[in-house]
């Protein structure tokens, strides 16, 4: 069977077509998950002056980790750079 020109440019359009979905579809993937890192980094980088703030209240570091959701090890860090500062 042979395929005559208008049926090789049906091929080569169909080809395009699937290259430009491909493309798109991943640029797409590509901006979810670049907007995703960016709001978990966002809401960590508040977690972190919101316990900074509650350290320099006097709140435990415990409470802190437990109310911020960081890890306690991250919270005595903190701690000890507030101390560094006053």
């Not at 395929?3 to 290259?19: N, S």
């Not at 960016?38 to 802190?64: F, N, Y």
């Amino acid at each position: 069977m042979e395929v005559g020109d208008d049926g090789w440019r049906w091929v080569i359009q169909g080809q395009i077509e699937g290259k430009k979905r491909d493309y798109t579809s991943g640029l797409l993937a590509a901006e979810r998950r670049g907007l995703a890192q960016g709001l978990e980094q966002g809401m960590h980088q508040k977690a972190i002056e919101t316990a900074r703030k509650l350290l320099g209240d006097g709140m435990s570091p415990e409470k802190v980790a437990n109310y911020c959701s960081l890890p306690p090890e991250d919270v005595l860090a903190l701690k000890v750079e507030n101390q560094k500062i006053l």
